[in-house]
């Protein structure tokens, strides 16, 4: 793996992320791979298959409000010819009913190269529990 690729790799996964953070469907758009091949698993949902069932849920997130912050922790990528796999820990804040709520997501997202360009093909997020220290300083 060379360290040029991983930084590329890196870059489109935080492109997904600032995506995330920011309701931004025309980002999710150009991080993702545009065919059947995709899929995605939302926490706690099954999974997607293709890139118009994966558009349609990050629409509905995004209609539903977006979180106050993104982040992500515990970074690791690897790159192995045209694919590439990254895994992180989300931390994602929303305010409800005026408190902040932080969820927590064990996340692994798999990258193709096509050509110069490498595209997300797959991305899968599990529910975390939050530990105790997080909740008590949220009160």
């Not at 990254?86 to 997202?109: F, G, K, M, P, W």
Request: with cysteine.
């Amino acid at each position: 793996m060379s360290d040029e690729q991983s930084k590329e790799v890196l870059r489109i996964n935080e492109k997904f992320y600032r995506a995330l953070e920011n309701g931004r469907l025309d980002l999710m758009e150009e991080v993702w791979l545009k065919d059947q091949r995709a899929k995605c698993v939302h926490p706690g949902w099954p999974m997607l298959w293709g890139w118009e069932a994966i558009r349609q849920s990050w629409k509905n997130i995004f209609d539903s409000g977006v979180p106050t912050k993104v982040q992500i922790s515990n970074v690791t990528t690897e790159v192995l010819g045209d694919l590439a796999w990254v895994t992180c820990i989300e931390h994602i804040s929303y305010v409800v009913r005026d408190q902040i709520q932080i969820n927590l997501a064990q996340a692994t997202n798999i990258f193709e190269r096509q050509g110069s360009r490498w595209f997300m093909i797959h991305h899968h997020a599990s529910p975390m529990p939050v530990p105790k220290k997080v909740d008590e300083k949220l009160q």
